[in-house]
């Protein structure tokens, strides 16, 4: 195997072991933490800081915002440092380095869809205990504390973490606008509206809600039934975001040599900067086309 093709297994090499180790902490159980808990470190208490650690906290990742990025960054230094050595072009380290951060990118959002998506799904669940709680004469923050009891995993966590703060003293509008903004599932919206709505307007909440997991479900079957229909589309994003990586392998496996001396050269670099591009861009539109929500 030539020097370029190894700097590219082992940038692969690299960032497979981020998806990996991510995949097992995030299969880890989840632990919520606590509003105040601990001091928050530097990165923590920027806005993009507190972003990524509401999405970490969703994709069941165990650490902070600052160790995370502390852990991408070593994790790219590592297969810079290796693509350079190997193939002696600092393009190979850029481009190792951006694998791994991608990689890690990648892998955050993917659980974090997948945590939003489980949440939804098990959402017309939660407002029909909730309509059958309140049809039973039941408080909203009883029938909240009973749902508790009833819901699977992940939306009992969230929920239970929405009757820790009504025990805490909080108003039943200020902590499920905190859930929604803390969730961000387009269905948790609606469902949170409709229940803000109903309480300064008045009217049978018990038979609104019970009428919403109805529409909640009908919307979770459409939007099952759409993935179905567009899984074509998003394998082809795939296949274009893999075929110029497998080509220049094999390309590099035909005749060794061949990626350094076509990077090698000053057109080198540019055109492979503008074909990335390119890719990059025909992947997010393909991706686009292929998203369609109910």
Known sequence: MSAAAAAVAASASVALLVTGVGRAVAARPRRTRRPGEGTPAPLARTVAGAR??????????PLGPDAFAALVAACAALAAIVAWRVVGLPVAGAAGAGGVVAAAVVLVRSADRRHLARVEAQLPGVAQALATGLGAGLSLRQALT?????????????????????????????????AAARLPAR???????????QRRTGGNLARALAGLSDRLEERGRLARELRGATAQARMTAWLVAALPVGGAVMAEIASPGTIGRVVGQPPGPALLGVSSALYGVGVVLIRRIGRVEP
């Open 52 to 61: 990524l650690d509401r999405c970490l906290r969703r994709a069941g990742v």
């Open 187 to 197: 269905d948790l919206r609606i469902m949170v509206t409709a229940i803000l709505v």
């Open 146 to 178: 009973r749902a508790v009891r009833d819901a699977p995993e992940p939306v009992r966590s969230e929920l239970a973490q929405v009757v820790r703060e009504l025990e805490l003293g909080g108003r039943v509008e200020v902590v499920l606008e905190g």
